[in-house]
């Protein structure tokens, strides 16, 4: 790969940024009169379940700035050594929209994607007026990465700062081979940031290639974005994961807002993170994964549903819905999607529009009882 700056694709101006330096950066302990801060304590019932769930997290003070004792945690968890490998976003759309901030100059720079991907990557760029170039993966059902029209894009728009890359994927439930990944971020002519999107990375079969996490030591032009979300079973709470070099890290750290995670968001991310936690974690993920699999096995005999697309590495299923003569069909798949949200009290998501996904309904795995709804369902609307 050609010799990675990160300094050189900053933007100016956030290299030139002096970050916010709020109380807390200054001193945590003593009597704490530096923050305009509500001494008296929060306006909660002190016997409401509001005021008892945050009992001991001194809600009416600013949360920490830096999160290191969360950081840590995250640390050992993915195998890092050092909480100067992270940015903490709330969910995973504040990473992405940081890596935005961070690199891609508004109306100047683009970004690349490869649909059918992730939609809020389209979104950011429009939000931060960037422009977007695309390289669609492969359409034979198993989508992975043509890192040759990759390479074909990167040199026809030597404008583009960050390649967005989905794995596995959504909606496509594929996990992107390794050595696909590191071609893009080894590609001769290209200068900027592989960002890898691993929100449901710990779904992947323990037999198969998994996170990325640990190649930020490896690959100065990396950053992993992972969140708490998913696996953990964690979406109200807001937490997002960016690892990455410690440089930068540094300048998303920066240009952040200074309080971002909440104390509430924290205690609960820590508690995940303990033994008992992680335990917990392991547990439900062998219970998903069975129940996957049993979703994948009566697809099979359910009339009317054609392939299953993706190689099966989330929590969803991505599935085909056949029309009478066999294809697969947009509007006989919203139309099951519809009736079934409007009149059965079951929502799945409709993927047809989706490049690639003709005719799709996109799963997520549920508990088993939930999944005996989905195949039961199914049945019924498809034996018409």
Not at 93 to 112: H, Q, S, T, Y
Not at 117 to 122: L, Q
Not at 209 to 220: D, L, N, Q, R
């Amino acid at each position: 790969m050609p010799t990675f700056s990160a300094k050189d694709i900053v933007r100016p101006n956030i290299l030139a940024l002096k970050p916010y330096r709020c109380a807390r950066d200054d001193y945590s302990e003593g009597v704490l009169l530096d923050a305009n801060e509500n001494a008296y304590g929060p306006a909660l019932n002190p016997s409401s379940e509001a005021a008892s769930s945050s009992s001991g997290l001194d809600i009416n003070r600013y949360p920490d700035p830096h999160q290191h004792a969360l950081k840590n945690l995250i640390a050992k968890f993915r195998g890092l050594s050092s909480p100067e490998h992270f940015f903490l976003g709330v969910g995973s759309d504040e990473v992405i929209d940081m890596i935005f901030r961070v690199f891609c100059v508004p109306g100047k720079d683009a970004v690349l994607i490869t649909p059918p991907t992730y939609g809020m990557y389209s979104v950011c760029a429009q939000i931060n007026d960037v422009a977007v170039q695309k390289a669609t993966l492969t359409l034979d059902g198993q989508f992975q990465l043509n890192v040759e029209e990759i390479e074909k894009q990167i040199d026809a728009h030597p404008n583009i700062k960050v390649i967005f890359l989905c794995s596995p994927g959504n909606p496509t439930g594929s996990a992107l081979t390794h050595e696909s990944i590191r071609r893009v971020l080894t590609l001769p002519n290209y200068k900027g940031i592989v960002a890898v999107d691993e929100a449901y990375v710990d779904f992947i079969d323990a037999s198969k290639e998994g996170s990325t996490a640990a190649w930020v030591k490896e690959y100065p032009n990396l950053i992993v974005m992972q969140t708490l979300s998913k696996s953990f079973g964690l979406a109200g709470v807001r937490l997002g994961v960016a690892i990455t070099t410690p440089e930068i890290a540094s300048y998303m750290n920066a240009t952040k807002a200074p309080y971002n995670i909440a104390s509430t968001t924290s205690r609960i991310a820590q508690e995940a993170l303990q033994p008992k936690g992680l335990e917990i974690l392991e547990n439900h993920i062998s219970v998903m994964v069975k129940e996957r699999t049993r979703l994948l096995e009566a697809f099979k005999s359910i009339p009317s549903l054609g392939r299953v697309l993706g190689t099966n590495d989330a929590n969803f299923v991505l599935v085909e819905v056949l029309n009478k003569e066999g294809k697969p069909c947009n509007d006989r798949a919203f139309n099951v999607y519809t009736d079934m949200a409007k009149n059965q009290g079951l929502v799945v998501r409709f993927r047809g529009t989706e490049i690639g996904c003709e005719g799709c309904l996109r799963i997520t795995v549920g508990t088993p009882e939930e999944n005996d709804i989905v195949i039961k369902r199914l049945t019924e609307q498809l034996a018409n």
